[in-house]
């Protein structure tokens, strides 16, 4: 039990950092669309996404109303999310054996 803990923390450190910077990215994106500046490619978002920034992509999504009404995007979002959240619990099993 110690050891799930100990390898856990880092884990869950990672994840907190890869969201916050997740939101943070979403929201300057948002904020050079409106001003029609330099964007983030989707592909970059999408990569944020793969990486482990889920939730700060979903909240980003919130708050921001930004990419909510990009069906393509919507779409491979939810491809990728799925995707990241397989491969998150394929970790946490290998760490819990």
Request: proline share 2%; hydrophobic share 60%.
């Amino acid at each position: 039990m110690n050891k799930i803990i100990y390898l856990m923390e880092p884990i869950l450190l990672y994840l907190l950092i890869i969201n916050l910077i997740t939101l943070f990215v979403w929201g300057y994106d948002k904020k050079m669309a409106r001003k029609n500046g330099n964007r983030i490619s989707e592909i970059r978002l999408l990569w944020l996404i793969f990486l482990g920034g889920l939730f700060g992509g979903i909240i980003g999504m919130l708050i921001f109303r930004h990419k909510i009404s990009k069906r393509p995007f919507l779409l491979k979002f939810f491809v990728v999310g799925i995707l990241q959240l397989i491969i998150l619990r394929f970790i946490l099993r290998i760490l819990w054996n």
